[in-house]
């Protein structure tokens, strides 16, 4: 994606419109969304880093993946067996997460391969439960290990001011923040972060499947450009 269009009036109708059904397809998006390939510029701050990031269905995931091989870190993916994925990186973990066995399954696989974990992305799409369940062994893990590692939650803005129209949706989010303060506050002695990002409405396919095209057109709308 161009600097021209990364740098538009959010106002103005930049997207055309159109409309997918699911499954969705970034190819046929104009333009194609930008997970990073070609203009995400590394620095190597994850340099030798195990990161496990937990795939979701707005390809959020996948910029994220790419950002943190970029910058040098080993990077486990956990992915829905159902989920098309390309091998492009380390190791490939399918299985659903709303598991306690499959959240067990990864981090025993992770540390009998690398001996540690690193970085933990909460970014599976229906995570509530799994949130959970994968913190509190995922936390013993980091307690024993003392090597100051670090959680990231993936929110969204809804969970801090909700639409209308997605109130279920608000509210899973709403509880991934106050989840992530508590977890905060519980972890701080031990020298583990934890903090949630909160993403507003991005260019991915999900948008194509779930907005009406009237949307596709000012999803931005309000939002300053930086």
Not at 56 to 66: G, K, L, P, Q
Request: glycine share 4%; charged share 25%; net charge negative.
């Amino acid at each position: 994606m161009s600097q021209k269009e990364l740098h538009v009036d959010p106002k103005k109708p930049s997207f055309s419109r159109q409309e997918q059904d699911s499954p969705d397809y970034d190819c046929k998006m104009n333009p194609v969304p930008d997970y990073g390939l070609n203009s995400y510029k590394a620095t190597e701050e994850l340099q030798d880093k195990i990161a496990i990031i937990t795939d979701d269905d707005s390809n959020i995931d996948r910029a994220v993946a790419w950002a943190f091989a970029c910058e040098g870190a080993t990077v486990i993916i956990s992915y829905l067996n159902e989920h098309e994925v390309q091998k492009k990186f380390n190791k490939l973990l399918p299985g659903d997460i709303n598991k306690e066995e499959q959240c067990k399954k990864i981090i025993d696989i992770t540390l009998s391969k690398f001996q540690r974990i690193d970085i933990l992305v909460n970014n599976a799409a229906f995570q509530e439960k799994a949130l959970s369940d994968y913190s509190e062994y995922l936390v013993k893990q980091m307690i024993l290990d003392n090597n100051r590692e670090a959680i990231i939650n993936v929110g969204s803005v809804q969970g801090y001011d909700s639409s209308a129209e997605i109130i279920d949706y608000a509210i899973t989010k709403a509880t991934i923040v106050g989840f992530t303060k508590g977890l905060a506050r519980k972890l701080l002695k031990k020298g583990i972060r934890v903090n949630c990002v909160a993403p507003g409405t991005a260019w991915t396919p999900l948008v194509m499947s779930s907005f009406p095209k009237n949307k596709n057109v000012t999803f931005a709308e309000g939002c300053p450009i930086i």
